[in-house]
């Protein structure tokens, strides 16, 4: 093979080498972008969910407080009440 030739062939390579390199680069960088923007999301679902069952569980917590101080608020308080 005529050493212009393998020289042409090199540079096509090279040419062939980048371009995939470039797209794969490419690639890369927008799947990290689609997946970073999907995990943030989640994370900003999961702080609502979060956020709304603390509250549902304070809710309870002093709805369950008040039952108790009032059942016993009915119970006897000395032998004799008994």
């Given at each position: 093979m005529d050493p212009q030739n393998w020289i042409a062939f090199g540079g096509f390579l090279l040419a062939l080498v980048t371009t995939v390199g470039?797209?794969?680069?490419?690639?890369?960088?927008?799947?990290?972008?689609?997946?970073?923007?999907?995990?943030?999301?989640?994370?900003s679902e999961l702080k609502g969910e979060i956020k709304e069952l603390r509250d549902e569980t304070r809710a309870n917590h002093l709805h369950l407080t008040h039952r108790i101080d009032g059942l016993y608020s009915q119970l006897p308080r000395t032998a004799q009440e008994a």
């Open positions: 470039g797209a794969t680069a490419y690639l890369h960088h927008t799947i990290h972008a689609v997946v970073d923007k999907a995990v943030d999301s989640a994370k």
